[in-house]
Nanobody, 127 residues
Framework: QVALVETGGGLVQAGGSLRLSCAAS????????MGWYRQTPGKLRELAAV???????NYADSVKGRFTISRDSAKNSVYLQMNSLKPEDTAVYYC?????????????????????WGQGTQVTVSA
């Protein structure tokens, strides 16, 4: 089982900045991709940004140029630097990780795939 813990949400005025952090822990063999999604009431969860193990990134058009995703593979962590925040960025932000769990077998360590979500952190941007 892989757990994700997010920190860094809060209340900020429009134009301000916040930095979200997410750390994965548990039975991890490798993490292929980590990302941030966001959701507002009554709407589907949507991608904000994602980064692969190779460092490739992808951003939603609405956040390009304002948000930057980065990761620390040694710490199984991902970060989202959010600048020039707008009221429409207000949402619950969820961390996601996809990878391979450790099998428990020293000789064949790669186990099953996993996909995990964090509990979410609220970001509120006031006008």
């Amino acid at each position: 089982q892989v757990a994700l813990v997010e920190t860094g949400g809060g209340l900020v005025q429009a134009g301000g900045s916040l930095r979200l952090s997410c750390a994965a822990s548990g039975n991890i063999y490798s993490i292929n991709r980590m990302g941030w999604y966001r959701q507002t009431p009554g709407k589907l969860r949507e991608l904000a940004a994602v980064i692969t193990s190779g460092g490739n990134t992808n951003y939603a058009d609405s956040v390009k140029g304002r948000f930057t995703i980065s990761r620390d593979s040694a710490k199984n962590s991902v970060y989202l630097q959010m600048n020039s925040l707008k009221p429409e960025d207000t949402a619950v932000y969820y961390c996601n990780a996809e990878g391979i769990a450790y099998s428990g077998n020293y000789f064949e360590p790669a186990g099953p795939e996993f996909g995990s979500w964090g509990q979410g952190t609220q970001v509120t941007v006031s006008a």
